[in-house]
């Protein structure tokens, strides 16, 4: 590659997960700090960051694309942007992707970004690099401290994976669960809310599985480090998210009962409502151990939100195994959820099983499960209509006088002042719904909640 004078502006697009959307902001702050600017909506950017996902098919094919609308444009703006790719792909498939595009001139893994100052250094002189190494967690220690954040702002507190679901990739491009120390999370927080947090949602692969040792020397898992976190007063609001259901113990279901700041909201992924299929996912629940996990946090918090994911056209699904899904779904009656087709992903022992679903089947099983949980996803927006909550204001709605916030329950709420008056981003504001549509709802501001 030619030397090239140093960037002035970036971009970072980050797909995937929120992890990855946590990461993204830490490379964002990172180039900051050496003086570049993010670049404004509509420009080229000099460096463009490819923070990328590797979960479904199509990542690499996407990547790739990126990379030559990125080259094309440059070109035609009389230069081309220097480009890092990122995040899951990268650690995947680094080789190829350098192979493969010589635009390309750093490619780093999730877990070695904070070298990119240094890849960017070679880069700028002709020099193309790859760091794909996985040293657990040296990458927070080396991270800035953040300036400003929104609001609702993300915490990475535990990475990676070892449950080894047979279609998944993450355990390969994340490497094994590490859980992040517990005075450094305290301190991250503090510092999150010092920089304008109200609201942190503790982020994990597979959160719930967080341990660690409190200032006491105690060990405590994520309920400890929850009431922990709940003790800094300007900190309003507690989330957490991805759990797997074999790691949720009865501190954190109590924890749903006894911290007012932890949010009455549950991302639980179930993936199946069949006992073959879960099995043949190395998933270590079943249907009904599933169910009655959910039935103890109703338990502890009688209004909590549910929310899960789906995997329809696992290899060798049935259509009675599938329905099973579907009576699943009538049961819980979640609040939201997300939901795909299966995608074989190289190296993961489900890719190579007998009786790959035909996409037709697949199509059409999505289609039926959407359908349900959109439903269900009304249901439950309908049943809030009429009802006071708190709604934290995350940003201005596209209307004069409208702002855009979220419920407890992780709602979407449209509102406006009774007298069309303004709000600050980052309050927490009493607000009663009003009309439920599938994604949103309408609200109207009673009060400014005393802080
Ligand atoms: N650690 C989290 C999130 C994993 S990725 C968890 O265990 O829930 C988010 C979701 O993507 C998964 O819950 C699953 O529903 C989906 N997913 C993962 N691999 C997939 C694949 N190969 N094909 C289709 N969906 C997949
Ligand atoms: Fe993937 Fe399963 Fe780990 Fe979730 S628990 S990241 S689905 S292997
Ligand atoms: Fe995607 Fe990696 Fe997250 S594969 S879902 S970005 S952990």
Redesign the pocket.
Same mark, same amino acid.
């Given at each position: 590659m030619k030397p090239t004078t140093s960037p002035k502006t970036y971009r970072v697009k980050s797909f995937g #997960?929120q992890m990855n959307v946590y990461d993204g902001e830490r490379m964002a702050e990172m180039l900051a700090e050496r003086g570049i600017t993010q670049a404004p909506e509509g420009e080229e950017a000099d460096l463009v960051v490819l923070n990328t996902c590797h979960?479904?098919?199509k990542a690499a094919e996407k990547v790739y694309s990126d990379i030559g609308r990125l080259t094309k444009a440059g070109r035609a703006a009389g230069k081309e942007p220097l480009i890092a790719v990122a995040g899951c792909v990268a650690q995947a498939e680094g080789e190829e992707i350098m192979a493969r595009a010589p635009a390309v001139s750093m490619v780093v893994g999730p877990q070695a970004y904070h070298r990119l100052p240094e890849m960017l250094d070679r880069a700028v002189k002709g020099e193309r690099a790859t760091d794909t190494d996985m040293p657990a967690i040296a990458k927070f220690a080396a991270l800035p401290e953040r300036r400003r954040v929104a609001p609702a702002a993300f915490l990475t507190v535990q990475e990676g #994976?070892d449950?080894f679901?047979t279609? #998944?990739?993450?355990p390969y491009t994340r490497g094994a669960e590490i859980s992040r120390p517990f005075a450094d999370l305290v301190e991250e927080a503090k510092r999150l809310v010092d920089a304008g947090a109200k609201e942190i949602t503790l982020l994990? +692969?597979?959160v719930s599985a967080w341990s660690g040792e409190d200032e006491k020397g105690h060990r405590q898992g994520l309920d400890g480090l929850i009431r922990r976190l709940a003790t800094i007063s300007d900190l309003r609001r507690i989330r957490y998210t &991805? !759990?797997?259901p074999a790691d949720m113990d009865e501190g954190l279901i109590a924890a749903h009962g006894e911290v007012d700041k932890l949010m009455p909201f549950l991302?639980l /992924?179930v +993936?199946s409502g069949s006992d073959r299929v879960l099995k043949a996912m190395n998933r270590s629940h079943t249907a009904d151990s599933y169910l009655k996990l959910l039935d103890r946090f109703r338990a502890a918090r009688p209004d909590i939100a549910l929310s899960g994911?789906?995997?329809v056209g696992f290899p060798g699904e049935t259509e009675a195994e599938f329905e099973e899904t579907l009576a699943l779904v009538d049961t819980v009656g979640y609040a939201q959820a997300? !939901?795909?087709?299966?995608? /074989?992903?190289p190296g &993961?022992p489900?890719a190579t099983m007998a009786d790959q679903i035909p996409p037709e089947a697949m199509d059409e099983r999505l289609q039926r499960l959407q359908s349900a949980l959109n439903r269900d996803q009304l249901a439950f927006n309908r049943a809030s209509e009429g009802r006071t909550c708190q709604v934290l204001v995350e940003r201005k709605g596209k209307l004069p006088g409208q702002w855009l916030g979220k419920s407890p329950w992780l709602q979407s709420v449209w509102f406006a002042r009774e007298d069309g008056g303004d709000c600050a981003i980052g309050d927490l504001v009493e607000v009663t719904l009003g009309e439920a549509g599938p994604n949103s709802l309408a609200g109207t501001l009673r009060e400014d909640v005393e802080a």
């Open positions: #997960c979960i479904r098919e #994976c449950k679901c279609y #998944c990739v993450v994990g +692969q597979n &991805t !759990s797997h991302h /992924p +993936q994911d789906f995997i997300f !939901s795909f087709k299966y995608s /074989p992903r &993961t489900a």
